[in-house]
């Protein structure tokens, strides 16, 4: 008999992590994580299951189809932006093959139970593509459905991604059922940049901030790669991990649509150096632009506008830029690098 489960994949990566921590606690859940690289010692325990493999390996996918009965799908593993930049061929693949993989192997899944396999896809601020600087400091706050002119490799899979939630969803009915009646339940956030008090992304392009934070805290100096008055909107870990588990809670009636923006706070990075400096006045934190980086960054949006995820499932961040400094991250970066 096939074992009921749900499904990580990329849960090793910085949102994996926090999200296996957050799904652990509920009862009777039983994770089948997937990654690249086996699960930190941090986390390893709390997932039911560790597989070690590709999500590009069809074999996978269905040894994975066999053995299990899967009601959720968190499918986080990705290349992120400033690597997709470098490996612009591996990231579309991955990326993209990838979740249609994935979203293959939902529709397999919900065909065999004769239900909706939950689906959560993460996608991203780089979505949105202005021409330019001028452009996107005219632009106020944006909405989900404007500025869709993504001008990175990363931005372009995450957009096509979210169609092909779309399309899955729609194609794919079962016979003779009523609205609402998919195979597949596709649910997707554009997250803006993140910051974790346990861990630092690698390849992203939002990196700066988390980066400079993690320095300061060890005491390590920092050059920041993007201009000082470079502006994008940002979270915590926390918040968005409960994002994820609250939109995926959330009655199928009040989701009006496929993908919400979120966000909590949006300093400049200079904004931010003063705050990381308040903490940590010995930080040597200063400049030194990456070309290509600024670019990427000069077409993402200062801030999105994110009424639609409050409206439809009260969506609610508790950290605000002070609260996240001093209720999460400081106090648990001064723990961890106390040394
Ligand atoms: N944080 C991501 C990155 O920088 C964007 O979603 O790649």
Not at 64 to 74: A, M, Q, S, V
């Amino acid at each position: 008999m096939r074992k009921s489960a749900i499904l990580i994949t990329g849960a090793n990566g910085e949102m994996g992590q926090g999200l296996i921590t957050a799904l652990h606690k509920q009862n009777n859940v039983n994770i089948v994580a997937l990654d690249l690289n086996p699960l930190d010692d941090s986390i390893s325990m709390l997932a039911n299951e560790e597989l070690i493999g590709n999500i590009l390996d069809q074999g996978l996918i269905e040894q994975l189809n066999g053995e299990y009965e899967f009601d959720t799908i968190y499918h986080l593993a990705a290349l992120l932006s400033t690597r997709a930049e470098f490996s612009p061929r591996a990231a579309h693949d991955v990326n993209v093959g990838g979740t249609l993989n994935l979203l293959n192997l939902a529709i397999e899944q919900g065909r065999s139970q004769g239900n909706a396999v939950k689906f959560f896809f993460p996608s991203s601020i780089a979505v949105y593509g202005f021409s330019g600087l001028e452009e996107k400091n005219s632009a106020s706050a944006i909405k989900e459905d404007s500025y869709r002119n993504p001008t990175t490799m990363y931005g372009c899979n995450k957009l096509y991604c979210e169609h092909l939630g779309n399309y899955y969803t729609n194609n794919y009915q079962r016979l003779g059922a009523e609205k609402h009646q998919h195979y597949i339940d596709f649910r997707s956030i554009r997250f803006p940049g993140i910051i974790s008090s346990k861990t630092i992304p690698t390849g992203g392009t939002s990196d700066y901030i988390p980066e400079m934070l993690h320095a300061a805290a060890k005491g390590e100096p920092y050059k920041c790669f993007v201009r000082e008055d470079t502006q994008l909107p940002f979270m915590t870990m926390p918040d968005a991990i409960s994002a994820i588990t609250t939109l995926m809670d959330a009655p199928v009636e009040n989701i009006s649509r496929t993908v919400y923006n979120i966000r909590s706070f949006a300093p400049t990075a200079e904004e931010f150096r003063q705050r990381v400096l308040a903490f940590f006045p010995n930080a040597e934190i200063g400049f030194e632009v990456t070309e290509k980086r600024q670019q990427m960054v000069d077409s993402w949006p200062a801030d999105t506008d994110d009424n639609m995820a409050k409206k439809d499932w009260n969506w609610k961040p508790t950290h605000n830029l002070d609260s996240g400094m001093n209720d999460y991250l400081v106090p648990d970066l001064q723990l961890m690098y106390k040394n």
